[in-house]
T-cell receptor, first 112, second 111 residues
């Protein structure tokens, strides 16, 4: 069964560094999402992406964040200058045309 | 903004018992979904109920939706040790389908 994959599973970075989190959505899906979950807190929406552009973003998704679909398969989240509070689990999700979103296993980002 | 909000319960039950958890939300929705998360893992979609539906079943799962009370419940019947996980409700108001998650209910099923 097709699934969403994410790499790396764990990323440790120093404050101020740039990180790129990678996702490979399910191949025939059209809508892509990033969410994050700070330890012990809710899963929060960051951004949705459709037809090669951002369709919606949350208040969290400020100028430090960007997303890209550089080719037909990858979907990336870049954080330009990481802060301690960016430490979280980042989930990628995709969907075809129905409402069900398929989530990847997540990337745990630790900013030191 | 809309948000799913589970009752902040940590359930500990014996294998074979039923587990019920609740979720309330604040605004109009297109659908409500339940997800499971095993410790440190990704979110697995369990079931979706649309705003015009009142009850839905999938295997051992039963979900109800009361739009007048803006609440939903998830029942897991005949629980198994493998059901041990955190369970989240998420509301979807349509459009871009951004999901608004609740805080999650931790369920421990004791063999």
């Amino acid at each position: 069964e097709p699934e969403v994959t994410q790499t790396p599973s764990h990323q440790v970075t120093q404050m101020g560094q740039e990180v790129i989190l990678r996702c490979v959505p399910i191949s025939n899906h059209l809508y892509f999402y990033w969410y994050r979950q700070i330890l012990g807190q809710k899963v929060e929406f960051l951004v949705s992406f459709y037809n090669n552009e951002i369709s919606e973003k949350s208040e969290i998704f400020d100028d430090q964040f960007s997303v890209e679909r550089p080719d037909g398969s990858n979907f990336t989240l870049k954080i330009r200058s990481t802060k301690l509070e960016d430490s979280a689990m980042y989930f990628c999700a995709s969907r075809k045309t129905g409402n069900e979103q398929y989530f990847g296993p997540g990337t745990r980002l630790t900013v030191t | 903004s809309q948000q799913g909000e589970e009752d902040p319960q940590a359930l500990s039950i014996q294998e074979g018992e039923n587990a019920t958890m609740n979720c309330s939300y604040k605004t109009s929705i297109n659908n409500l979904q339940w997800y499971r998360q095993n410790s440190g893992r990704g979110l697995v979609h369990l079931i979706l109920i649309r705003s015009n539906e009142r009850e839905k079943h999938s295997g051992r799962l039963r979900v109800t939706l009361d739009t007048s009370k803006k609440s939903s419940s998830l029942l897991i019947t005949a629980s198994r040790a493998a059901d041990t996980a955190s369970y989240f409700c998420a509301t979807d108001k349509g459009g871009n389908n951004r999901l608004a998650f609740g805080k999650g209910n931790q369920v421990v099923v004791i063999p």
